[in-house]
């Protein structure tokens, strides 16, 4: 049996980090976890608790009531996130929660309470991990860790075109600011901001289709098992 590693992937908004981590996860056999779905179920449990934020920087131990479990929905293939037993995954994605998940992940008691359960995760390795301080923060010592970037026109047009298949009307404008205005927030915020690991390989998907950029990083992934 080959060895098992764990697959750092970090980088900006919209660039594509969850669907390369899940087919790197689908490739391997690996367990694929999304951080970012974990702070908006801590986003959601405040919000539906109505607990402020100045509450938990007090007293972070209310934070020690939250569990959050990722669980395989076998008919459609893909895991959902269950907050205290109960399957949020519809409710995360929801504008409410994506307009406060970034001052929650700015807490640095939030940010240690879910690190912890991150790291504890990985500690059988075979974990594919997508985020913003993966390969810096959660698993400094991942086998392989991967920075992923497109310029931000691309992504915006992306994240428009996604938007259009689904029927939700978007403007390609106000899409393109809030991606320039979340990086902006995501790389100079206080603690763990996004920043590239100094041993991350960087993959600039601008000129990439998804199974070209899955082909690139499974390649790096089975070099690095089987050179260890
Ligand atoms: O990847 P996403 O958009 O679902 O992430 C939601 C928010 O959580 C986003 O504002 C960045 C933040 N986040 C973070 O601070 N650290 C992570 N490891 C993952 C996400």
């Given at each position: 049996m080959p060895r098992k590693i764990n697959i750092a992937i970090d980088g900006h908004?919209?660039?594509?980090?969850?669907?390369?981590?899940?087919?790197?996860?689908?490739?391997?056999?690996?367990?694929?976890?999304?951080?970012?779905?974990?702070?908006?179920?801590?986003?959601?449990?405040?919000?539906?608790?109505?607990?402020?934020?100045?509450?938990?920087?007090?007293?972070?131990?209310?934070?020690?009531?939250?569990?959050i479990e990722f669980k395989l929905d076998p008919m459609r293939g893909f895991?959902?996130?269950?907050?205290n037993g109960?399957?949020?995954?519809?409710?995360?994605?929801?504008?409410?929660?994506?307009?406060?998940v970034s001052?929650?992940?700015?807490?640095g008691a939030v940010r240690s309470f879910l690190v912890a359960k991150?790291?504890?995760?990985?500690?059988?390795?075979?974990?594919?991990m997508d985020g913003r301080d993966i390969g810096t923060v959660v698993f400094p010592d991942a086998e392989l860790k991967i920075f992923m970037t497109a310029l931000p026109e691309v992504r915006?047009?992306?994240?428009?075109?996604e938007l259009k298949e689904k029927g939700i009307e978007a403007n390609l404008d106000e899409i393109y600011?809030?991606?320039?205005?979340?990086?902006?927030?995501?790389?100079?915020?206080?603690?763990?901001p996004l920043m590239q690991a100094p041993d991350a390989i960087v993959l600039n998907n601008t000129e990439m289709t998804r199974e070209e950029q899955t082909r690139i990083a499974l390649?790096?992934?089975k070099g690095v098992i089987l050179a260890g």
């Open positions: 908004s919209s660039c594509g980090k969850g669907t390369l981590a899940k087919n790197l996860a689908k490739e391997l056999d690996y367990q694929f976890i999304d951080s970012g779905a974990m702070y908006r179920a801590v986003t959601l449990y405040l919000m539906n608790e109505d607990i402020g934020l100045e509450e938990v920087e007090a007293n972070p131990s209310v934070l020690n009531a939250i569990h895991y959902n996130t269950h907050l109960e399957n949020v995954e519809r409710e995360i994605r929801g504008m409410a929660v994506s307009g406060r001052e929650v992940s700015a807490i991150q790291q504890e995760m990985g500690e059988e390795k075979g974990v594919v915006a047009k992306r994240r428009y075109l600011q809030n991606i320039l205005q979340r990086d902006k927030f995501d790389s100079s915020r206080e603690i763990s390649t790096w992934a």
